[in-house]
């Protein structure tokens, strides 16, 4: 079956994290193109509940949802018996919660992704595993020169965005333990052969996200505004960063599926880039007024958190140049697609 143009998925594949936000776009996805899905979640986020019941609403195909946590390995082992894909996207999300539980952000994102990776090494089927890292192995980048503008932060000498050449540097438990994850998966290929790919995701947003402040922050901000809630911003809200669809995001994943003897083993960065970033506040400000209808209030600024870039756009031409890949929906229009979802779902309950 085809989901995107020159990419075709396996018929049966297992998607962890299923019931969060990347997940569950994912889920709905694959299930329209005829896949096979198990839908493994713990459960543990605010309103997954929720987008498991939108799923089985919406979907023609059955999906097999399994309540259970990446951290046990058997049911982990279970759950991924008959799975040619394995979509790992379960995991501990925000640098704040790694600073405040760091055992718990390394049981989640290191160990569970081990399990995963055992769990494809030991089913027998080889399948493909494809795995949600992130921009934060890259570190503050406090070693580049940055430009303060009126309005944004920009790199003085990276027009194009950070590629994959840049080392890693991990700064806060989120980022080691992603990290780890990440090179586990590109271990996994090298040494067991395992059709395995990584992908250092920007900020991704879009539909069936309930963000919150230390998570889905473009999400949360919206649901704020939208709800008249007061909003803080940590740092002067000139820090940059590049937006990313997840309907785009599911096209990269696409993408590599199909050209899976090219990517596995591989690292991609995975961003809007250059054209699709924005500083957090005083450039998606009059985007959030285009689409609300209404002047913002001004929000309260706090201090800059652990780890935080005041820029990062990602050089996603590896990307493009490997799996022919690029992002296609503009910020403006994401943005409204977000709005509109939001205007279709009850509200009265939303964090």
């Given at each position: 079956m085809?989901?995107?143009?020159?990419?075709?998925?396996?018929?049966?594949?297992?998607?962890?994290?299923?019931?969060?936000?990347i997940?569950?776009?994912?889920?709905?996805?694959?299930?329209?193109?005829?896949?096979?899905?198990?839908?493994?979640?713990?459960?543990?986020?605010?309103?997954?509940?929720?987008?498991a019941?939108?799923?089985?609403?919406?979907?023609?195909?059955?999906?097999?949802?399994?309540?259970?946590d990446?951290?046990?390995?058997?049911?982990?082992?279970?759950?991924?018996?008959?799975?040619?894909?394995?979509?790992h996207?379960?995991?501990?999300?925000?640098?704040?919660?790694?600073?405040?539980?760091?055992?718990?952000?390394?049981?989640?994102?290191?160990l569970?992704?081990?399990?995963?990776?055992?769990?494809?090494?030991?089913?027998?089927?080889?399948?493909?595993?494809?795995y949600?890292?992130?921009?934060?192995?890259?570190?503050?980048?406090?070693?580049?020169?940055?430009?303060?503008?009126?309005?944004?932060?920009?790199?003085?000498?990276?027009?194009?965005?950070?590629?994959?050449?840049?080392?890693?540097?991990?700064?806060?438990?989120?980022?080691?333990?992603?990290?780890?994850?990440?090179?586990y998966?590109v271990?996994?290929?090298?040494t067991?052969?395992?059709?395995?790919?990584?992908?250092?995701?920007?900020?991704?947003?879009?539909?069936?996200?309930?963000?919150?402040?230390d998570?889905?922050?473009l999400?949360?901000f919206?649901?704020?505004?939208?709800a008249?809630?007061?909003?803080t911003?940590?740092g002067?809200?000139?820090?940059?960063?590049?937006?990313?669809?997840?309907?785009?995001?599911?096209?990269?994943f696409?993408?590599?599926?199909?050209?899976?003897?090219?990517?596995?083993?591989?690292?991609?960065?995975?961003?809007?880039?250059?054209?699709?970033?924005?500083?957090?506040?005083?450039?998606?400000?009059?985007?959030?007024e285009?689409?609300?209808?209404?002047?913002?209030?001004e929000?309260?600024?706090?201090?800059?958190?652990?780890?935080?870039?005041?820029?990062?756009?990602?050089?996603?031409?590896?990307?493009?140049?490997?799996?022919?890949?690029?992002p296609?929906?503009?910020?403006?229009?994401?943005?409204?697609?977000?709005?509109?979802?939001?205007?279709?779902v009850?509200?009265?309950?939303l964090?």
């Amino acid at each position: 079956m085809t989901n995107d143009p020159g990419a075709s998925w396996p018929d049966t594949v297992l998607v962890t994290g299923a019931a969060g936000f990347i997940g569950s776009n994912f889920v709905r996805r694959l299930a329209a193109g005829g896949a096979t899905v198990t839908a493994l979640d713990n459960f543990s986020r605010p309103n997954s509940r929720r987008n498991a019941d939108g799923l089985r609403r919406d979907l023609v195909t059955d999906v097999s949802f399994v309540e259970a946590d990446v951290r046990d390995a058997d049911a982990v082992m279970s759950a991924a018996r008959h799975a040619d894909a394995i979509v790992h996207l379960a995991g501990q999300t925000a640098v704040t919660r790694s600073i405040v539980d760091p055992r718990d952000d390394f049981l989640d994102n290191a160990l569970g992704t081990f399990n995963v990776l055992e769990a494809a090494r030991l089913s027998g089927r080889d399948p493909i595993v494809l795995y949600a890292s992130t921009n934060k192995v890259y570190g503050t980048l406090d070693d580049l020169e940055i430009v303060e503008e009126p309005d944004h932060y920009r790199f003085a000498d990276f027009p194009g965005g950070i590629d994959e050449t840049r080392p890693i540097d991990f700064v806060s438990p989120y980022a080691c333990s992603k990290g780890a994850g990440e090179r586990y998966v590109v271990d996994y290929s090298r040494t067991y052969g395992l059709p395995t790919v990584a992908f250092r995701q920007s900020c991704v947003y879009g539909e069936h996200q309930f963000g919150v402040e230390d998570q889905g922050w473009l999400a949360w901000f919206l649901l704020a505004l939208r709800a008249g809630r007061p909003l803080t911003i940590f740092g002067d809200g000139k820090q940059v960063r590049d937006l990313l669809h997840v309907d785009d995001l599911f096209a990269c994943f696409s993408a590599a599926v199909g050209s899976i003897d090219t990517a596995r083993g591989e690292v991609f960065n995975v961003g809007g880039g250059p054209d699709n970033s924005l500083s957090i506040w005083w450039q998606l400000a009059p985007l959030f007024e285009g689409a609300l209808g209404m002047t913002l209030p001004e929000p309260t600024f706090a201090d800059w958190r652990l780890g935080d870039q005041r820029v990062f756009v990602a050089d996603s031409g590896k990307a493009r140049r490997e799996l022919g890949w690029a992002p296609t929906i503009k910020p403006r229009d994401g943005i409204r697609r977000m709005l509109e979802w939001l205007e279709s779902v009850d509200s009265s309950d939303l964090p």
